[in-house]
């Protein structure tokens, strides 16, 4: 048996895929490194005596991140696969301290590092690291040293000048759209839910409101037709008290049927005219005991 696809099934995938997409870009995946240097450009491993508030103000807006790593660690090309993608559109330094120096490891993200700037991209990274080896002991020296390297870079017009600038990525702003779209949708819904449903409840009112005032006209009209019935009982005029009883009691019967039908609700138009005929009768038998 086959499926129908429904705008509403298309609109569920669609949103899926677009949670799944904002979910990546902004880092679900991401691992240590990548969760911090995607809004900091310092990195340091668990045990590494580092003022960070003070490296940051270090290099500051600088396209540049340093990544600090355990010390003895080898491979450091690690730190720059880590990063790639959060750090994308900087110069990326990997440093470990071996002893009483670092070992350094540097990548380049900047555009266009695969075509035109490939040269460019591997001088910035065997530079950017020069100068370091004295400052094993004191890391915040150290970067004060890679920020100077990285401006000597920018001067020398090997690396592109300009602040690195952080912002959420594009499905983020397409779910914030679609939050603040469905936030107005959903009130002008309700908006329109609402006044409809005004609408549906007034008329309903009005509609009981006048079913209240026919009922009311016709138990109005049905209390008369009663008093004329009692008005009519003993005047039964003389030489034609049969004809009179018969007539009487077939009006009372009649009366009898109706207000049965008047407990059980029947339409009022058809009781309004019931009730207007037999008025009429008693009216027409009253005339005759004058």
């Known amino acids: ?28 995946l991401d691992g240590a490194i990548a969760r911090q240097v995607r809004s900091s450009s310092v990195y340091a491993a668990p045990g590494i005596d580092l003022d960070r508030p003070a490296a940051q103000r270090v290099i500051g807006n600088r396209r540049l991140v340093v990544i600090m790593l355990a010390p003895g660690t080898d491979d450091l090309r690690q730190g720059c696969d880590a990063a790639r ?3 994308k559109g900087t110069l990326v330094l990997v440093l470990s301290r071996q002893d009483d120096e670092y070992d350094t490891y540097g990548c380049a993200l900047l555009p266009g590092v695969d075509d035109e700037n490939f040269g460019k991209a591997a001088v910035a990274e065997t530079t950017i690291g020069s100068g370091i080896d004295g400052f094993a002991d004191r890391p915040l020296e ?7 390297n990285y401006d000597g870079l920018v001067k020398a017009g090997v690396v592109p000048d300009g602040a690195r600038t952080i912002s959420p990525s594009l499905p983020r702003y397409l779910i ?4 603040i779209a469905a936030v107005l ?15 549906l409840a007034v008329a309903e009112h009005e509609r009981r409101a006048a079913a209240v005032d026919a009922g009311n006209a016709t138990s109005a009209a049905a209390a008369v037709l009663a008093q004329q019935i009692v008005e009519l009982d003993g005047r039964s005029p003389r030489g034609r008290r049969k004809t009179f009883d018969n007539q009487y009691r077939r009006l009372a019967g009649d009366y009898a049927e109706l207000l049965g039908e008047l407990a059980a609700g029947t ?5 309004d005219r019931r009730i207007e005929a037999l008025s009429k009768r008693c009216r027409e038998l009253a005339a005759r005991t004058t």
């Open 85 to 87: 993608q959060a750090a």
């Open 1 to 28: 048996m086959s499926r129908r696809v429904t705008p509403f099934g298309l609109a569920v995938v669609a949103c899926l895929i677009l949670a799944g997409w904002a979910l990546w870009s902004g880092g679900i």
């Open 176 to 179: 914030a759209a679609a939050a």
């Open 185 to 199: 949708l959903g009130a002008a819904g309700l908006y329109v839910a609402g006044r409809r449903a005004g609408r």
């Open 142 to 148: 150290a970067l004060k040293v890679v920020a100077v």
């Open 267 to 271: 339409g009022s138009a058809a009781l």
